[in-house]
């Protein structure tokens, strides 16, 4: 079965920092890999998405993640951190074709003024 | 669009009672899924609906039943409700279509907030 290991439920950055959230998975076919962001109160928007194509993805809000296969890792960030990314993001892993997602157990990020 | 709709926003049950939560999927979405999320958790799967049948399940009990309707809506039911079922429901469309194969973005809807006092 698939799953994703996020470490760190709590990242505090700077605003005008870089933004790193770390995610590896584990999968024994390749898989699909996303990041989710929820804002409180609200369901799941999805911020990006690798379905087997390029590595280096680019997603809304100035996010980019890179799919490195021998590490097994699915990093995400953004190189300026803004206010309105204070928010909780979920890394979350597919078997193609199944559309059955497993996600990690998340980051809340705060922004420091 | 009014993208996936879920009803009600929140709802508060005591223990050993049954509970009903509803979904509408996106326009021109033929499957649901549905996952649960624990506060401080990521969202686990339950199962997912196509063609009016459960595709797919996850770790759930069998106090966790579904159906989907002929226009794609789909209701999940929780018996007998503990404690621990307190979370958030989430509700998630895609569009598999024929051959029910292939990625698909799952869209999903701001969750019912589910509180067993």
């Known amino acids: 079965a698939q799953s994703v290991t996020q470490l760190g439920s709590h990242v505090s950055v700077s605003e005008g920092a870089l933004v790193l959230l770390r995610c590896n998975y584990s999968?024994?076919?390749?898989?699909?890999l996303f990041w989710y962001v929820q804002y409180p109160n609200q369901g799941l928007q999805l911020l990006l998405k690798?379905?087997?194509?390029?590595?280096l993805v680019k997603g809304i809000n100035g996010f980019e993640a890179e799919f490195k296969k021998s590490e097994t890792s699915f990093h995400l960030t953004k190189p300026s951190a803004h206010m309105s990314d204070a928010a909780e993001y979920f890394c979350?892993?597919?078997?193609?074709?199944?559309?059955?997602?497993?996600f990690g157990k998340g980051n809340q990020v705060v922004v420091i003024p | 669009d009014a993208g996936v709709t879920q009803s009600p926003t929140h709802l508060i049950k005591t223990r050993g009672q049954q509970v009903t939560l509803r979904c509408s999927p996106k326009?021109?979405?033929?499957?649901v899924s549905w996952y649960q999320q624990a506060l401080g958790q990521g969202p686990q799967f339950i199962f997912q609906?196509?063609?009016?049948?459960?595709?797919q399940r996850g770790n759930f009990p069998d106090r966790f039943s579904g159906h989907q309707f002929p226009n794609y809506s789909s209701e999940l039911n929780v018996n007998a409700l503990l404690l621990g079922d307190s979370a958030l429901y989430l509700c998630?469309?895609?569009?598999?279509?024929?051959?029910?194969?292939?990625?698909?973005?799952?869209?999903f809807g701001p969750g019912t907030r589910l509180t067993v006092l």
């Open positions: 998630a469309s895609s569009l598999i279509g024929i051959g029910g194969q292939g990625y698909n973005e799952q869209f």
């Open positions: 999968s024994s076919v390749p898989p699909y």
């Open positions: 690798y379905t087997s194509a390029a590595t």
């Open positions: 979350a892993v597919s078997d193609q074709g199944n559309n059955r997602l497993a």
């Open positions: 326009s021109g979405h033929d499957t």
């Open positions: 609906y196509y063609e009016e049948e459960e595709r």
